[in-house]
């Protein structure tokens, strides 16, 4: 995933925080931005996706937040509980193509602290 | 409803070998993408399937090849192993090809002796 990358690989939030989760992306072109959360042993699981003629989408619990002028995604996750520790990817498509092979990033972990 | 199904979990082969690595999509999902996951990385896309044809290829080598069956299932095949494609392949299906979330199973665990 080299046109995708994450700030921080590991985030420690408290139990019933709010956490937020960031993405920066390299390609402008691209017009389709997933979020997944992966727990160990498992494959990812989709959480919440946008298209890039939107600013924000809402989820139970989970926000998406997509800023296009400085190519920026976050994950905003409510009220955080221990089923949220896992490793989080933003993955990104590219427009043009017939193939929506996505790109990742590198993952954040996020720790639930007690 | 059954999600993406993938079969084997576990797999150990040594350098040479083949390997063919298989999928279910969930139903009615037309679409079948294949990823390649190495340790500590995010997934890296290998193929994207619609309607029994190719519709997109990864920065992975020939020996990596794939097909979709009538039913939508998928086979991954992968030839002349090398230490180097010891990883979690995962598979991914979605409704139809373009802007559409993909789900993903489980995975194959691949180690190469």
């Known amino acids: 995933g080299e046109s995708v990358g994450l700030h921080l690989p590991t985030l420690s939030v408290q139990e019933g925080d709010n956490s937020i989760i960031n993405c920066a992306y390299s390609n402008s072109a691209s017009d389709y931005f997933i979020w997944y959360k992966q727990e160990s042993g498992k494959g990812p699981q989709f959480i919440i996706d946008i298209r890039s003629n939107m600013d924000k989408r809402q989820g139970q619990r989970v926000t998406v937040l997509l800023n296009k002028t400085v190519k920026h995604l976050s994950l905003q996750i409510a009220a955080t509980q221990p089923g949220d520790s896992a490793v989080y990817f933003c993955a990104e498509i590219s427009t043009g193509g017939g193939a929506d092979g996505l790109t990742f990033g590198k993952g954040t972990h996020l720790i639930i602290q007690p | 409803d059954a999600g993406v199904t993938q079969s084997p979990t576990h797999l150990i082969k040594t350098r040479g070998q083949q390997v063919t690595l298989r999928c279910s999509p969930i139903s009615g999902h037309k679409s079948v993408s294949w990823y390649q996951q190495v340790l500590g990385q995010g997934p890296q896309f290998i193929f994207q399937y619609y309607e029994k044809e190719e519709r997109g290829r990864g920065n992975f080598p020939d020996r990596f090849s794939a097909r979709q069956f009538p039913n939508y299932s998928s086979e991954l095949n992968v030839n002349a192993l090398l230490l180097g494609d010891s990883a979690l392949y995962l598979c991914?299906?979605?409704?139809?090809?373009?802007?559409?979330?993909?789900?993903f199973g489980d995975g194959t665990r691949l180690s190469i002796l």
């Open positions: 991914a299906s979605s409704l139809e090809v373009r802007r559409q979330p993909q789900h």
